[in-house]
C-alpha cells in the first residue's frame, strides 16, 4: 500500500519547467480596476472620502447621531475615562484579554434597557449582524430576508451557507409563504427600521408569521434603538415582542447612543451560542474600553431624559411635512430618517453638494446602497436641532433642488 508523502515534500519546490513567455510587467495585475473606475465616472456613482473638522461650521442631517449625544459633555468623558481606566485598547479578543468589567457593564444596561435577558457586545453592529446570521444558520437552514435590508445582513445571508430566499420588502405573507413547506431550521432576518427610506418593519405581522411556522425572527435594530419604544428602548418594545424566546435582536451603539460598536440581544442559550460559536467574535478584537464606557454613559443620559426619542421623531415629521409642501417627493418616516427622491444619480451628487456649499450636510444614497435603484438624499432627524435650524434646513433642500 503506497505511502503518503512525506509532509516536507508537500511544501517542497517543484521541478523546473520550460522557461515561459515573458510576463507582463506587474502592475498590469490591477488594470482592470482602471477599467472599473471609468465606469464608475460614466454611471455618476464615484465615492470620496471627506475628512471633517474637529469643529465643522456646516449643519449636519448626514450623521446618524440621532440623539445628538456623540458630542455630548457626559457621553465624551464616559469614553475618556474608561480610556484612562482600561487603557486604548481591549488588547485582545473577548474569549482572552479584550472583556472587561465595563463590557459586562454595558451587556447588563443594554438587556434591561431593551428588555431581553441577556446581550452580547461586538466590536460594530456590521459584526454583530454577521454574528447572529451565521451562528443561528447552518447547510439546510432557511434564511427569508427582506430585500430592503442592510448589507451586513445580506453579507451574514451569504456566509451563512444556508439557502436564502429574499421576500419582497415588508410583505409577512410573503415570508408566511417561503417559509412554508419548509422542513428544519428556519430564521426570518429584517430591519426594523430600513436605512434607505426610513420605514418601519411590520415587526408583529412577521412575527406571527414565522411562528406559525416555527420559525425564528431576527430584528436589526440599529436605527429603532434610541427612537422607538418606551423612552427610545427600541422597535421590539414597541412591538411587544422584546424578550420573547423565538426573538433576537442587534443594534448598533454607533447612531443614537453617540459611539461605536454593535451587540446581539435575545434568551440566554442564544447569547451563550453566539459566544461558542460566532467567529466575528471570537475571532475579533473586544470593542475599546472608549466605546464601551460612552456607550454606556449615553445609554444612562437617555434612561434621565427619555423626550429625547420623542424629540427625534418629532423632527422628523416636522422635515417631512415642510419639504412635501414644498413639492418635494419625501417619504413618510417611521423613526428618524427621511429621505427625498432625486431624479438621478448625478442629480443626487450635484444636490448633496449644492447642499454642502450653502452650509447644509445632507447623506446622499445612490446604487448600490439602494436596492430598488432610486437616488435620494438620506437626511437624519436629529432630538437636537432647533425650530431654527430645522426651517433652515428646509429652505436649503428647497432652494438647491434639482429641476426635474
Avoid at 515573458?22 to 482592470?32: E, N, Y
Avoid at 445582513?153 to 415588508?170: F, K, N, Q, W, Y
Avoid at 449615553?298 to 422635515?319: N, Y
Amino acid at each position: 500500500m503506497p505511502h503518503d508523502p512525506a509532509p516536507s515534500l508537500l511544501y517542497d519546490t517543484p521541478p523546473a519547467t520550460p522557461a515561459a513567455a515573458p510576463r507582463p510587467a506587474s502592475g498590469a495585475a490591477f488594470d482592470w480596476i482602471d477599467t472599473a473606475r471609468a465606469e464608475r465616472h460614466r454611471a455618476g456613482l464615484v465615492r470620496t472620502l471627506r475628512p471633517r473638522p474637529a469643529d465643522s461650521p456646516l449643519l449636519d442631517l448626514a450623521s446618524n447621531d440621532y440623539l445628538g449625544l456623540a458630542r455630548h459633555p457626559e457621553v465624551a468623558h464616559g469614553a475618556a475615562e474608561a480610556a484612562h481606566r482600561w487603557g486604548a485598547g481591549a488588547t485582545g479578543s473577548r474569549l482572552v484579554t479584550g472583556s472587561t468589567e465595563l463590557h459586562a457593564q454595558l451587556e447588563r444596561a443594554l438587556a434591561e434597557f431593551c428588555g431581553f435577558e441577556a446581550a452580547l457586545v461586538l466590536s460594530s453592529g456590521y459584526a454583530a449582524n454577521l454574528a447572529a446570521v451565521t451562528a443561528l444558520t447552518a447547510r439546510g437552514t432557511l434564511v427569508v430576508s427582506d430585500a430592503g435590508n442592510h448589507a451586513s445582513l445580506i453579507d451574514g445571508c451569504r456566509l451563512s451557507r444556508a439557502r436564502t430566499e429574499v421576500a419582497p420588502h415588508a410583505d409577512p405573507e410573503a415570508v408566511r409563504a417561503a417559509l412554508t413547506g419548509h422542513d428544519g431550521r428556519a430564521l426570518a432576518v429584517t430591519d426594523s427600521v430600513f436605512s434607505v427610506d426610513g420605514d418601519a418593519a411590520p415587526l408583529p405581522a412577521l412575527a406571527d408569521a414565522c411562528r406559525s411556522r416555527g420559525a425564528a425572527l431576527l430584528v436589526d435594530d440599529a436605527h429603532g434603538l434610541g427612537v422607538l419604544g418606551d423612552g427610545g428602548s427600541g422597535a421590539l418594545r414597541a412591538a411587544g415582542l422584546a424578550g420573547d424566546a423565538d426573538v433576537v435582536t442587534t443594534v448598533t451603539l454607533s447612531k443614537s447612543l453617540g459611539s461605536q460598536g454593535g451587540a446581539v440581544l435575545g434568551p440566554a442559550r442564544v447569547i451563550e451560542h453566539l459566544v461558542n460559536t460566532a467567529r466575528t467574535f471570537i475571532f475579533d478584537t473586544g470593542l475599546a474600553p472608549a466605546a464601551a464606557g460612552g456607550a454606556l454613559a449615553a445609554l444612562r443620559l437617555l434612561q434621565r431624559e427619555p423626550q429625547r426619542a420623542a424629540r427625534a421623531r418629532q423632527v422628523a415629521r416636522e422635515l417631512h411635512a415642510r419639504l412635501t409642501a414644498a413639492g418635494l417627493a419625501a417619504v413618510r418616516p417611521d423613526a428618524a430618517v427621511v429621505s427625498v427622491r432625486a431624479p438621478s444619480p448625478e442629480a443626487a451628487v450635484r444636490w448633496a453638494a449644492d447642499c454642502r456649499a450653502a452650509g447644509l450636510v445632507a447623506g446622499c444614497f445612490r446604487p448600490p446602497s439602494v436596492p430598488d435603484g432610486i437616488s435620494r438624499l438620506r437626511l437624519t432627524a436629529r432630538a437636537d436641532l432647533t425650530d431654527d435650524q430645522i426651517a433652515a434646513a428646509v429652505d436649503t433642500i428647497v432652494a438647491t433642488a434639482p429641476q426635474v
